[in-house]
């Protein structure tokens, strides 16, 4: 409908324009937006204001040249408004939008979907946390943003692949080896004072406990290099393996993992920097190597080789965007927990140094996540081990619920995640309110099949029974489902499926509650059987955008 609108618009413009109405050399992008109350209609465009300032003239007189100049053809609006300053209003006629339940109906479980993407190749990189230890819930609220982010992105007609960087080189990977090689010795009787900076959690000792029970003390004699030469790569598969495995249990699967290592193969960090210094972009002084991000907006330039020689994360960070970009892909997205904020302008600077535009690179900033258990903060300290890992979290409360309450907040705001409330099989959980609209709707159609009831097809159902203010209500909101999910596609912001699902199920509850979809009159059954039977399609195809079942029983 805001497509159809659009156009609508953008001709009636052309016309007032022709017309000598309107003064005007050039149309800027139209925007209709879904109003925020129905006094207002179903849509709203600022076009008149937008306008106002190259046409040089009152905005109101603006929007009337618009309004006269339009020519609705299909009969799609029952009424136009001018308000405030310029808003130009739309009300769309009851008939239009039962019509569009069509739409619905011929395409099933692919309505929603969009080729806005026309087969661009789009990369999205989340999680990429070190394999150090276990994924926890902040590791959690990244890894669903980033699926679900993906899943939109394909539904809107993008070529996606998902991938989790490892970051495998650096000194953490040391320690990683260190802290299991300690645990060892300590279980092989050697009394250990453990430096408070290795990895303290149980599954470092379980680590050592494996390569004890393999290979007994043999590694007690043995130098401390060639003992890091077997325990970090040991360590950091057997890590990576549960790592896999969390995510898959929580509906993440990637595409591709892609090693740090990979990078410095062949001298390929050291090349990259030498190519960038002949280009000017980054200098010398004395033993170190900086990188003019303050040509491109930085407040200061950044290190990519240290005094000693070693390259910084961010040496290889260029690299590996630059590999992204060798790979093909028109545009990369990188999922980043909320603390990275800081580094995003150094970022930037260098992919517009390696000749790619800035908007080719999108950067989603994840907040953290407060978790807690009946309304009470529980403690959590990634150095001591003593955290809530993701495995832990959705043995407890389950995939789905732990999914849905990761999104019910815009990425970068703080989320407090209540593990009893993500539990419970009440409308105080939101995914079991939302599952539970759609088990209902499989229940009213049971119901109907065995009073003999079958549900009809568009063009042989009555639709204008539907005449109750909910009934219209509802089909609105289903049918404007493909702009959800397009708007999401375009802003990366998945949170919008769960606070239009919350509507939804809020909308049909109450439907439900106050209306016999089954009634004595057999056409308006039928005609509320195929409401209901759309209904269930969108919440269907918005949960599985998320992960999240839709449960036919509950």
Not at 338 to 367: F, M
Not at 378 to 407: C, I
Not at 473 to 498: D, M, N, Q
Request: with cysteine; net charge negative.
């Amino acid at each position: 409908m805001k497509d159809k609108l659009t156009a609508l618009l953008e001709k009636a413009i052309t016309t007032a324009s022709g017309r000598g109405l309107l003064q005007l050399e050039k149309i800027p992008s139209i925007e209709v937006e879904t109003t925020r109350e129905d006094a207002f209609g179903d849509y709203a465009t600022n076009a008149a204001m937008v306008l106002a300032s190259s046409v040089r003239d009152n905005p109101r007189k603006i929007a009337k040249a618009i309004v006269d100049s339009m020519d609705d053809r299909e009969g799609l609006i029952e009424k136009i408004d001018i308000a405030g300053p310029g808003f130009i209003n739309f009300f769309i006629r009851d008939s239009v939008w039962r019509g569009l339940l069509e739409e619905i109906e011929r395409l099933g479980d692919r309505y929603g979907e969009t080729n806005a993407g026309q087969g661009k190749r789009v990369q999205v990189e989340f999680v990429s946390a070190n394999p150090t230890g276990p994924l926890h819930i902040g590791h959690a609220r990244g890894a669903v943003t980033g699926d679900v982010i993906a899943n939109t992105l394909r539904a809107a007609g993008y070529a996606v692949s998902r991938e989790y960087y490892i970051n495998d080189v650096g000194n953490q990977m040391n320690t990683l080896g260190r802290s299991v090689f300690l645990r060892y010795r300590e279980l092989l009787g050697e009394k250990i004072d453990f430096p408070p900076e290795y990895y303290q959690g149980q599954y470092i000792s379980d680590l050592a406990a494996e390569i004890l029970k393999s290979h007994g003390d043999k590694f007690l004699t043995l130098d401390e290099k060639d003992v890091l030469a077997f325990f970090t790569p040991f360590a950091a598969n057997a890590i990576m393996k549960g790592i896999r495995d969390d995510l898959g249990t929580f509906g993440v699967v990637f595409d591709c993992y892609f090693s740090e290592r990979d990078l410095y193969r062949d001298e390929g960090v050291a090349k990259l920097l030498q190519e960038l210094q002949e280009k000017g972009f980054i200098y010398k002084e004395e033993e170190t190597l900086w990188f003019r991000t303050t040509d491109f907006g930085d407040e200061k330039d950044r290190v990519v080789v240290r005094e000693n020689g070693e390259p910084t994360y961010f040496a290889a960070d260029i690299a590996y965007h630059r590999n992204k970009y060798i790979r093909g892909f028109d545009t990369i997205i990188d999922i980043w927990g909320a603390d990275h904020h800081g580094y995003l302008p150094r970022v930037y600077a260098a992919i517009q140094a390696l000749g790619k535009e800035k908007d080719t690179l999108k950067i989603v900033l994840v907040q953290l996540v407060s978790l807690l258990r009946g309304g009470k903060p529980v403690a959590m300290s990634t150095r001591s081990g003593e955290f809530v890992t993701l495995r832990e979290v959705v043995d407890e409360v389950g995939k789905d619920a732990a999914r849905y309450n990761f999104l019910m907040r815009r990425s970068d705001s703080q989320l407090d995640f209540d593990l009893e409330v993500a539990k419970k099989q009440s409308n105080e959980n939101p995914v079991y309110y939302v599952q539970y609209a759609h088990a209902r709707i499989c229940s009213i159609m049971r119901t109907a099949g065995e009073r003999g009831l079958n549900v009809p097809a568009f063009d042989k159902v009555d639709l204008g029974l539907l005449k109750l203010p909910e009934e219209i209500l509802l089909i609105k909101h289903i049918t404007r489902y493909p702009e959800v999910l397009e708007g999401s596609a375009a802003v990366l912001e998945p949170h919008r499926f769960t606070f239009y699902l919350n509507e939804l199920a809020a909308i049909f509850h109450s439907y439900y509650n106050k209306h016999r979809v089954i009634s004595e009159e057999d056409e308006l059954s039928r005609a509320r059987l195929f409401l209901m039977k759309c209904i269930g399609t969108v919440l269907r195809n918005a949960l599985s955008i998320l992960g999240v079942s839709a449960p036919e029983k509950m």
